[in-house]
């Protein structure tokens, strides 16, 4: 059975901390991974991918460890604005398949 | 600036009414889906269509249907509403795994 395993929170950081999330999947013939977030109440959107070691956007690092079948996104100089709910995603490795699996989340609240 | 629809955002809807969500999109996508959301729960897959004519049932049970009859419309049909169908609903479509989500529906059933 696939699953996605997500570090619970909430995390509440001050302004500018650094700050972790991981992530533990179970289907280790997942080839990509990506972040995605979650706003209150809103839609989810694609944050970043990850396809090989890792991959980083300015304050956001993602990095993959398929040795232990781990994802982690680190967020540095932490915002007001990167308060939300962060989701780790797993597709199916099925022929064929573009399903996603979506972890639970963890929620992120970044205090003045 | 959104290139994914769905109508109506809202919808507070007596007990066995027929209800139609709807979800369109303008980038010609193949890849449809619809999640379903619970406050602070996770998403969970309840259709999908990798084109026109094809659908299937996602991993969560669901009383609903869709149909795809043509590459930009998927919209989800509810024949009797009742009130655990209340819930949110996200329309997703894609390429590859890069999705784009809908705003979603906020379905309350009364």
């Known amino acids: 059975r696939k699953e996605v395993e997500q570090d619970p929170g909430p995390f509440n950081v001050p302004e500018g901390a650094t700050v972790a999330f991981n992530c533990t999947y179970s289907?280790?013939?997942?080839?990509?991974f990506f972040w995605y977030r979650q706003d209150c109440r809103k839609e989810p959107k694609l944050l970043m991918s990850?396809?090989?070691s890792g991959n980083e956007d300015g304050r956001f690092t993602a990095q993959l460890n398929r040795a232990s079948q781990y994802i982690s996104l680190l967020i540095r100089d932490s915002k007001l604005s990167d308060s939300a709910t962060y989701l780790c995603v797993v597709p199916d490795s099925g022929a064929g398949s573009y399903q996603l699996t979506f972890g639970k989340g963890t929620k992120l609240s970044v205090i003045p | 600036e959104a290139d994914i629809y769905q109508t109506p955002r809202y919808l507070v809807i007596g007990t066995g009414k027929k209800i139609t969500l709807e979800c369109s999109q303008t980038m010609g996508h193949d890849k449809m889906y619809w999640y379903q959301q619970d406050p602070g729960m996770e998403l969970h897959l309840i259709h999908y269509?990798?084109?026109?004519?094809?659908?299937e049932k996602g991993d969560l049970s669901s009383e609903s249907t869709v149909s795809r009859i043509r590459t930009e419309h998927f919209p989800l049909t509810l024949e009797s509403a009742r009130p655990s169908h209340t819930s949110q609903y996200l329309c997703?479509?894609?390429?590859?795994?890069?999705?784009?989500f809908g705003s979603g529906t906020r379905l309350t059933v009364v």
């Open positions: 289907n280790s013939a997942s080839q990509s």
């Open positions: 269509s990798y084109g026109v004519n094809s659908t």
């Open positions: 990850v396809y090989s």
């Open positions: 997703a479509s894609g390429q590859g795994y890069g999705y784009t």
